[in-house]
């Protein structure tokens, strides 16, 4: 949901929300074989499975316009954003992968600011930088776990990410 709230004929506020219902299940069984290199089987064992991860929650937004009297406006948004962990991210076929069993969505912001407008009849543009900032990104890095000797490739949530930028668009009709 959303709503324009037009402050003054060049200034307007619109905010926003957003209520997310995430569903990740794994329901089944599959198989554990591990072999020698000689391809003789050492392990043949079947995995059942229920794994349900519910969640639920809003997200919000807000917006900003000024326009100018020369044809511009200037912009400005923010809003929080997610990535849910999915099944590929909860589950490996390999035996050198281990998962933890904590895995979290990513969470964090997505925010822009800039200016577009038209120049003459036949040329628009419109140039922003921006940020996005995810906290609680899912990773892999090699560790070796308390049951295993071996290194394992350990996904997990490993840290946080800072993307930014620039950019524009310039079109001439």
């Given at each position: 949901?959303?709503?324009?709230?037009?402050?003054?004929?060049?200034?307007?506020?619109?905010?926003?929300?957003?209520?997310?219902?995430?569903?990740?299940?794994a329901n089944g069984f599959?198989?554990?074989?591990?072999?020698?290199?000689?391809?003789?089987?050492?392990?043949?064992?079947?995995?059942?499975?229920?794994?349900i991860k519910e969640r639920?929650?809003?997200?919000?937004?807000?917006?900003?316009?000024?326009?100018?009297?020369?044809?511009?406006?200037?912009?400005?948004?923010?809003?929080?954003?997610?990535?849910?962990?999915t099944f590929n991210d909860?589950?490996?076929?390999?035996?050198?992968?281990?998962?933890?069993?904590?895995?979290?969505?990513?969470?964090?912001?997505?925010?822009?600011?800039?200016?577009?407008?038209?120049?003459?009849?036949?040329?628009?543009?419109?140039?922003?930088?921006?940020?996005?900032?995810?906290?609680?990104?899912?990773?892999?890095?090699?560790?070796?776990?308390?049951?295993?000797?071996?290194?394992?490739?350990?996904?997990?949530?490993?840290?946080?990410?800072?993307?930014?930028?620039?950019?524009?668009?310039?079109?001439?009709?």
């Amino acid at each position: 949901g959303e709503n324009i709230f037009k402050i003054t004929p060049k200034f307007s506020i619109t905010p926003g929300f957003r209520y997310e219902n995430i569903k990740t299940q794994a329901n089944g069984f599959y198989r554990k074989i591990n072999t020698d290199l000689a391809g003789n089987i050492l392990l043949d064992e079947t995995v059942f499975e229920e794994n349900i991860k519910e969640r639920d929650f809003f997200l919000f937004g807000l917006g900003l316009s000024y326009k100018m009297n020369v044809g511009l406006e200037l912009y400005a948004n923010a809003s929080q954003n997610y990535r849910s962990v999915t099944f590929n991210d909860i589950r490996t076929a390999n035996p050198s992968a281990a998962i933890d069993e904590n895995l979290t969505d990513e969470n964090g912001y997505t925010s822009d600011i800039g200016v577009r407008g038209k120049l003459l009849d036949n040329v628009s543009f419109d140039a922003s930088v921006y940020a996005l900032y995810y906290n609680d990104k899912i990773g892999e890095y090699l560790t070796q776990l308390p049951s295993s000797a071996a290194l394992v490739r350990y996904r997990d949530n490993v840290g946080t990410a800072l993307t930014y930028g620039f950019e524009s668009l310039i079109d001439w009709n």
